[in-house]
Structure formats: structure tokens, C-alpha cells
């Protein structure tokens, strides 16, 4: 399903705003409409829970009691056995949740591993039926029977567990926020995040309509008997398998990735050896000399960038670890308070019937969440965070525990039988009410915090913590019959107090988010209607290119384009100039009026981004600099830059070095190339960014830049291949080759330069990066030599040596030597526009060694050249749905570029 058609199924009904004023800020965030799409999925979901609780409903009895006695059962096995063996199935479904999750991002995808899943239901549950008849249990084939269902069916339930919540979650495209105005005239801020939570939500209500089931089998097997129980959920299953596939071509499908999972578990052995996903990256093992020690490591898609997203699906594992000391407490309703209810008065009441107290609790608990209660706390700027839900849903669970404790004391205290069964009642609806906030929050945080590639796997995870605690409570199987079982109860109820106490110290405040509104530009119209997600095309992923993503992304524009590239942030290649850049700012720049312009600009930009703290000054520092030129530069360029650095003071003629004609210190910006490049990339790819598509592919030609009848505008940030490049082909452009050393020495404190007629010396600190620094260097034009050369490196070191000379000290450690070619161009950079038969192009490169610097300026100077052409799609887009939407504003941490200079 395209992100066009996506969007056209989401249009609210109230007419959209097309600004949002700062005087928007706090406005009242409101859930999107779920696209219809997803209620197919709901229903197929409901259908496969009404097949596992109603076959697993009547275990507990078919086990436990014996054929044609007081109560119904066919195996006569006893309460420990039958706990047990309930305990088993429990344990077997949910720990191959992990085998489908493998089977689905690995091999065949989600939507067919839920169908395979679906005829896997279907066998075992013939199985079942045909050894639960009267005759298979006289003939004591029923046992055999039963645990060749249970195997079958665990794995069918894993199949779909794993799968169906991200499959639900990935029909919903929208990642950005708008402003609409309701019937009533109130304007409220429409939240992809909530649209989320309330997808589960309501995703988890079918569920329990769904888990009723019982209700049925259970009256079943009292008056019909076993068989007829279970052949139930087999024609609810056949049916749901039958619409699942018949919707196939209605379902968006993310396709599997290669080996995803068993990449993810190299990458963590790598990081577990170093001690750490940082260190695991390829940047910094190459740093420390460490790549060749990995096979894996030097694969090209081993990259920082993958590290980074296999640390965020760790991360969100981890969240899961405590979830086990809430699931025994939980499964203890599908088991031993059935066993307890059959020691009490039933006036006949089947003992397993009260089960369906806790979805009965959820169905009538979810609405009032989803309607009033999270409403009302989000009108008063009540922040229920996700922690505080799952904290609140332990101690929930732990107190059931401590009731059913007290009741099985009471129990062992009266006469047989003397207790009214329906007394139990506050066991199931706390465990119900407990569930609201524990399971769907998880499954929320399961989808959410997971790469896309890994959705199933995390999503399984958290139902293997089921698995878990089944197998903690097959261990309970001596204690979980009388005369313990009050002891048993009252030690579940402190296990699920002391996990909610500790999953709010470990976790308190891991998922406050906010969507920010009030960091809007007023002057600027914010637009985000159909236009396809590649109707902008960047070609070219260095910093220039990344660049223009964040200025388009700050225009509201983020969420239609796409960047396609040989090499993307994390990637490690001579020709990918980017990483390898001392990356500061500098006089290294020429003094035409565009070069000085850019380099205003982008030195505002990145002073302002730090002095904010802002999330793309992450890997910027300040830093003192000196620099020195042995020859004048132009009066144009001093009287250009000491009108805005700051701290800037002429180094006075007595105090120049040898052969030095002038001297400038002033506050730098030095920045960390590779980290940085990578975070950018990572900042594009958040929903407030506009969700940024990345995507590797080379092109032959310009026009291979169109990527599809959608493309109306490409930003060619190409560098070095624009002069080949068909269509293209600018003979003006250049490499120009520098050799830099990459050494750790602590010394260094501050940035240093000397600019020489044919060479440049310079030292760079690191931000971020165990007090590395880059020295340098070389400036050689049209040299293509891409092979590390012995004697630059010496020269580097000598000339670096002299101009700082505690580098000579012991504490200076060379760690590797680089060669990358900066794209430069005859007259300075080129920002310029273009039209072609394919479409509108606007060229911004050659640069040279200035895209750090000036990239925000020429980013901004791109784009503004294409404003009718952009203003056009998005009116285009009015036309298509006779209104706009206005994307969600990103924080204060969001790049403003400053005015042209007079």
C-alpha cells in the first residue's frame, strides 16, 4: 500500500489548518483515525483467540479430572500434573513466538508466516478432536493426542503471536503530527503516537472478545462433552485462515531483510567482546586498529549506523526482563484459581467459568481508558507515562495474589464447599485491569522501540517472558496444591510487588515523550498532504546532502523525501569524502561573495545549535583556534569573518611564528565527522523529522535520479562523481586529495591551523571520541592517488609537531592513516538550478573542504531556488484532498539559519 493511499485513508473529517502559530503551543493532543485495513487484522486476531482460549479453556478439567466423574475430564492426572501440563502449553506457545519472529523477518515475512501459522492451528486441532472423542479416551489414546496437539498448536501460536501486533501496527504510515480543527472550533494536535497506543488498545479489547470463548467451550464440555468443545475453534480458526488470505492484497507487507536476526546476533558478540556497542562500530574499531579481527565487521553493511540500530533493539529488550514476575501472577488464572473454585460452592456454576471474568474486565476497562480516563488526564497535562502503566499493572496483579491468598486461607479454614465461588471475582478483574497497562503497554513499547527489521523478534520477546513464567511455575508444581497453596499465593503477590518496585527503578522516565509544538516558525507554512514519499530526491549522502534533508525536513517537508546514495553515514570508503573530514570551521574557504555568505551562515547556524543544546549538536564543541596564514589572506575575507566569530582577536605581528604573515584566534566550531554524519542520519529517520527514507543505490545517469513518476525534484549532492556523471558531467569539478593521521593525544585541547601556499597544517580535536584528534594535512588538486603515502604521513607529523609542540610527547599515539578526496570545483561551489526533461534539478556541490561549514548556507540557498516547485506539490496535494495537513513541529533544537549578509 503506497503512503499516497495511506494517507487518503486517514483524512479527518474536520477541515485542516495550514500553519500552526506559536500560539498553538500546548494544544490538546487528540489520536488519528486507525485506517479500516486494520480491523481486518483486529478480527483475524479475535478469531485466533477465541481458537487458543477456547481450546486451552477446558485443559485444566480434561486433565485433571477423571472420565465420567463429578465434574468434567477425560485423563484424571491430578491438579499438579494438570497445572503443570497447562503450564507447558503456555511455556511451548509463547518461547516459539521466537521462531516465528525468525521464520518472518528472516525467510517469508509476517503475513505468510501467519498464514502458515493459521494451517499449522488447523492440523493440531484435528488432532485434538479426534482424540478427544469418547472413544480415544476409552481407548487411552487422549494423552498422546493431547501433547501432540499442544506441541503443534505452540508452534502455530508462536507463528501468529510474534507477527499479527507489528503487522497490525505497520497498516498505520502516518509519522507526523498535524493541527486540525474539531466541529466544535477546537484545534488540536493530532498525535501518531497516541494513534498507536489506541490501536493497541482497541487491538487488545478484540483480543479478550476474542478470549470469552470459554464461555462456550466450557458450558460445551459439561454438556456435550471434550470433542465437541474443541472441533469449536477449528471452524473459527478455518474461517479466520480463509480471511486473512482472501485480504491479501488489501495488507501493506514489509518484506523479510536478508538475516536480520542472525546479523543483530553477530553484532552483539562483537560488542560484547569490546565491551560495548561504541566500541563495536566500525568507526571506532577501525580507530583502534581492531577491524580485521571480525569477519563480519568487514562486510559494507556492518556499519555504525546498523550497530546503533541493533543497540536500540537490545535496549528495548531489556525493558521486558522483569515482565516475568507479572506473568506467573497472571497465569495463575488460567490454572490453580480455576482448581480453587472447584473446592467451593458452585450451585452449578462450572468451576472454570469465572475465567472469563478478566475479558469480560478488559472489554469494559478498555473503552473507559480509551474514552475518559486517558483524556481527562491528558485535558489536565496528566503524564501517564508508559513506566507508570506497567508499574501500576504489577502492583494490580500483586494484589489479586494477595486476595486469592487470603481466600485459600478462608478456604482451609470453612467446611468443604461452603464458600460461594463467585467471591473469587476481584482475582480476575485486577489481573484484567492489571493487563490494560502491563501487556499493552508492552506490546506498544515492543513495536515502537524495535528497528523495523527486528519488530517480530522484539515483539516475541515480550511474549517469551510468558514462556518464562510458565516454566517459573512448572518449577511451582509441588507447591501448587494444598496444603501450600496459601503460602504459594501470598509469595506470587510479594514477587509482583517487588518487580513493579523494581521495573520503576530501572526504567522510571525511559519513555517520557512529548510532541512539542511550540518551536514553530509562524512565517513558514509547514505542508505534508499526498505527495509520494519520493517526490524530493537527494542524490548523495554526504554532509551536503544531509544537509538540505534537514532544511527540507524543517519545511515541513521531511516525511516526501528520500536519499539514495552509493554510501550512507556509517559507511567507511575513500570516495565517501564525508567521514573523513577534519570537520571545523576554518579560513580554509576562498573569498568570493557566496563562500564568505556560506560560511556566516553556517558558523550562526552551528553556534546557535550548541548554544541551544540542540539534538543536532550533539557531536559539535566549541573550541579555542588559532590560525595562521603565510600569506595576507584578502582584506574581504577578514572583514567578512571578524564581523561574527566570536572571540576574535588579530594575533599581533611580534608573536607570529616564523614565515607567518598573519594570525587570527577566535571560538571555533570543531566537530566529530563520522559520529556526526551517523546522528544526522539517525535524527532524520524520527517521525518529528519526517521519517527521512534512506535508501542505497547507485545511478547511472541524472535522470536514474527520478526514481519514479513521483519525483519531481532532485537535489544532485553528488561531490566528486559530478564531474562524470551523465548529464552532469561539470568539467570544473575536482578532487582534491588530502592524507590525514588519526591520533589519540589528550594534550590537545584546541584547534590550530597554518595555511601554506601549497600545503595545510592543521589539529583537530574530536568531540566525543576519547580525545582523538585528526592532523593533517594536504590540498592536492587533482591527484587521484588513493594509497596511504610514508612520507606525508612523516610530514604531517613533523609539520603538526612544530606548530603544537606537546604532540612530540609520548602521550601522542597514531591510530590510523586516511586518504579521502574532497569534491571541489573551479570558481567555488556550484547551487544552481536546472531544469531537464525528467524534472527540476538543483546541483549543490563542490565544495571542497568546506561542506561542514557552509553546507547549511548552500542548503538553504538549494532550496529556496525550488520553492514554487515544492509550493506546487503541495497545493497539488490540496487539490487531491481538499484540504492540507501540517506536520508536527520539531523541538528548539531545530536549525535556523541565519539572514543574508547587507
Not at 52 to 66: A, D, E, H, R, T
Not at 169 to 181: D, I, L, M, R, S
Not at 340 to 357: I, K, R, V
Not at 365 to 372: A, M, Q, S
Request: glycine share 8%; charged share 15%; aromatic share 10%.
Amino acid at each position: 500500500m503506497s503512503d499516497a493511499k495511506t494517507s487518503e485513508d486517514n483524512i479527518p473529517s474536520a477541515d485542516l489548518e495550514v500553519q500552526i502559530p506559536s500560539a498553538d503551543a500546548g494544544l490538546r493532543r487528540v489520536p488519528d483515525r486507525i485506517p479500516w485495513v486494520v480491523l481486518l487484522i483486529i478480527i483475524v486476531e479475535l478469531g485466533e483467540r477465541f481458537t487458543y482460549f477456547g481450546l486451552s479453556g477446558p485443559f485444566q478439567n480434561y486433565i485433571k479430572n477423571p472420565y465420567n466423574g463429578d465434574l468434567p475430564g477425560a485423563l484424571g492426572k491430578g491438579q499438579a500434573v494438570a497445572t503443570a501440563l497447562g503450564d507447558f502449553f503456555k511455556f511451548w506457545a509463547y518461547a516459539s513466538t521466537v521462531l516465528g519472529a525468525i521464520v518472518a523477518d528472516q525467510y517469508l515475512g509476517k503475513f505468510k508466516a501467519i498464514v502458515i501459522a493459521c494451517g499449522l492451528y488447523i492440523i493440531g486441532l484435528t488432532v485434538l478432536v479426534a482424540t478427544a472423542t469418547p472413544a480415544s479416551i476409552d481407548s487411552g489414546h487422549a494423552f498422546g493426542g493431547l501433547v501432540a496437539s499442544m506441541v503443534i498448536i505452540g508452534v502455530a501460536t508462536g507463528g501468529i503471536k510474534a507477527n499479527v501486533t507489528p503487522f497490525c501496527a505497520e497498516q498505520y504510515q502516518n509519522t507526523a503530527g498535524f493541527v486540525k480543527t474539531l466541529k466544535t472550533g477546537e484545534r488540536v494536535l493530532v498525535d501518531p503516537d497516541l494513534t498507536v497506543e489506541r490501536m493497541f488498545l482497541w487491538f487488545y479489547w478484540a483480543v479478550n472478545i476474542g478470549a470469552l470463548s470459554p464461555l462456550i467451550t466450557t458450558t460445551v464440555e459439561t454438556h456435550v462433552g471434550f470433542w465437541l468443545s474443541y472441533l469449536i475453534p477449528l471452524i473459527v480458526i478455518v474461517i479466520v485462515a480463509v480471511l486473512f488470505i482472501l485480504s491479501n492484497k488489501l495488507f501493506r507487507k514489509t518484506q523479510p531483510q536478508g538475516s536480520p536476526i542472525v546479523d543483530a546476533a553477530r553484532t552483539v558478540h562483537i560488542a560484547i567482546l569490546e565491551r560495548g556497542f561504541e566500541k563495536a562500530k566500525p568507526s571506532s574499531l577501525q580507530e583502534r586498529a581492531k577491524l580485521d579481527n571480525y569477519a563480519f565487521a568487514s562486510r559494507p553493511d556492518y556499519t555504525d549506523y546498523s550497530v546503533e540500530k541493533v543497540k536500540t533493539g537490545v535496549t528495548a529488550c531489556k525493558l521486558f526482563l522483569l515482565f516475568p514476575l507479572y506473568f506467573i501472577c497472571w497465569t495463575q488464572i488460567w490454572n490453580n484459581v480455576i482448581s480453587q473454585a472447584g473446592t467451593m460452592a458452585l450451585h452449578g456454576t462450572p468451576n472454570d467459568l469465572l475465567q472469563n471474568l478478566d475479558p469480560i474486565a478488559l472489554i469494559i476497562f478498555i473503552p473507559l481508558l480509551d474514552f475518559v480516563v486517558y483524556p481527562l488526564l491528558r485535558k489536565y497535562n496528566i503524564n501517564f507515562r508508559p513506566e507508570l502503566k506497567i508499574t501500576a499493572g504489577f502492583f494490580l496483579a500483586a494484589l489479586s495474589m494477595v486476595y486469592a491468598s487470603v481466600l485459600q486461607y478462608y478456604i482451609y479454614r470453612s467446611p468443604p464447599n461452603s464458600i460461594h465461588v463467585w467471591i473469587q471475582t476481584p482475582i480476575y478483574v485486577l489481573i484484567g485491569f492489571s493487563e490494560a497497562f502491563v501487556v499493552i503497554t508492552g506490546l506498544e513499547l515492543a513495536y515502537t522501540k524495535a528497528p523495523e527489521s527486528l519488530r517480530s523478534l522484539v515483539s516475541a520477546l515480550f511474549w517469551l517472558t510468558i514462556g518464562i513464567a510458565a516454566a517459573i511455575c512448572i518449577a511451582l508444581a509441588p507447591v501448587s496444591q494444598d496444603p501450600y497453596l496459601t503460602w504459594m499465593y501470598g509469595s506470587l503477590g510479594i514477587a509482583g510487588a517487588v518487580g513493579g518496585i523494581l521495573f520503576y527503578i530501572l526504567f522510571g522516565r525511559a519513555f517520557d515523550e512529548t510532541v512539542v509544538v511550540d518551536a514553530i516558525q509562524p512565517t513558514r507554512t509547514i505542508i505534508a498532504g499526498t505527495m509520494a514519499r519520493d517526490s524530493i530526491v537527494i542524490l548523495g549522502a554526504g554532509i551536503i546532502g544531509l544537509n538540505v534533508a534537514l532544511e527540507l525536513s524543517k519545511q515541513g517537508y521531511g516525511r516526501h523525501v528520500t536519499i539514495i546514495s552509493k554510501y550512507l553515514p556509517g559507511d567507511s570508503n575513500a570516495e565517501y569524502t564525508s567521514p573523513w573530514a577534519g570537520a571545523n570551521f576554518s579560513g580554509i574557504s576562498g573569498s568570493y561573495p557566496n563562500a564568505l555568505r556560506w560560511d556566516r551562515a553556517g558558523y550562526l547556524a552551528l553556534m546557535g545549535l550548541i548554544d541551544r543544546g540542540a539534538d543536532e549538536a550533539k557531536y559539535l564543541s566549541k573550541t579555542q583556534s588559532t590560525e595562521y596564514w603565510d600569506e595576507p589572506p584578502s582584506a574581504d575575507k577578514i572583514g567578512s569573518v571578524t564581523e561574527y566569530l566570536r572571540d576574535v582577536e588579530i594575533v599581533p605581528e611580534e608573536s607570529l611564528p616564523e614565515n607567518v604573515s598573519f594570525g587570527l584566534r577566535f571560538t571555533t566550531i570543531t566537530l566529530n565527522a563520522p559520529a556526526h554524519c551517523l546522528h544526522l542520519r539517525s535524527l532524520l529517520e524520527r517521525p518529528e523529522y519526517g521519517s527521512v527514507k534512506f535508501q542505497r543505490r547507485s545511478v547511472t545517469s541524472l535522470n536514474d535520479a527520478f526514481i519514479s513518476q513521483n519525483t519531481k525534484v532532485v537535489f544532485n549532492c553528488i561531490g566528486n562523481a559530478a564531474r562524470s556523471l551523465p548529464g552532469v558531467q561539470d568539467a570544473k569539478c575536482y578532487p582534491t586529495r588530502g592524507q590525514i593521521v588519526l591520533a589519540k593525544a589528550p594534550q590537545v585541547k584546541e584547534n590550530m591551523m597554518r595555511h601554506g601556499k601549497n600545503y595545510e597544517t592543521y589539529i583537530i580535536p574530536r568531540p566525543l571520541s576519547d580525545s582523538t584528534v585528526i592532523l593533517g594535512g594536504y590540498l592536492q588538486k587533482g591527484d587521484t592517488h588513493g594509497q596511504v603515502r610514508d612520507d606525508e604521513t612523516e610530514s604531517i607529523l613533523q609539520r603538526t609537531g612544530d606548530l603544537f609542540l606537546a604532540l612530540k610527547s609520548s602521550e601522542t599515539e597514531v591510530l590510523r592513516v586516511a586518504v579521502g578526496f574532497r569534491p571541489s570545483r573551479d570558481g567555488g561551489a556550484r547551487v544552481e538550478r536546472q531544469e531537464i526533461k525528467a524534472g527540476t534539478v538543483v546541483h549543490n556541490y563542490g565544495a571542497g573542504g568546506t561542506g561542514y561549514q557552509a553546507g547549511m548556507g548552500m542548503a538553504r540557498d538549494a532550496v529556496d531556488l525550488v520553492q514554487d516547485v515544492l509550493q506546487s506539490l503541495a497545493q497539488a496535494s490540496k487539490l487531491q484532498l481538499a484540504s492540507q495537513r501540517v506536520v508536527r513541529v520539531p523541538p528548539t533544537s531545530w536549525l535556523n539559519l541565519p539572514p543574508d549578509p547587507e
